[in-house]
């Protein structure tokens, strides 16, 4: 691009979102055994998303500069 160059983060290599990945739904089955009411609906709805977050293959932008017409894809967040 004609400005400042833009660096994708790349979420899913990171460390915290493979921990995740890895470990959310042992985490949360874990809370709801025995009298344990588990987590509210919306904090799971929040823990869930974060693997969603900036990863390309659940949603994204083009965006194209005027100038020079060099295109970038970002993830939502």
């Not at 995740?20 to 009298?35: Q, V």
């Amino acid at each position: 691009m004609c400005g400042p160059t833009y660096v994708p983060r790349r979420p899913e290599e990171g460390l915290l979102h493979e921990l995740f990945r890895e470990h959310l739904s042992t985490f949360l089955a874990g809370l709801g055994d025995g009298d344990s009411p588990g987590l509210p609906r919306h904090v799971v709805r929040e823990l869930e998303g974060f693997l969603e977050c900036g990863v390309l293959a659940h949603g994204f932008v083009r965006v194209r500069c005027p100038r020079c017409r060099d295109e970038r894809l970002i993830g939502y967040s």
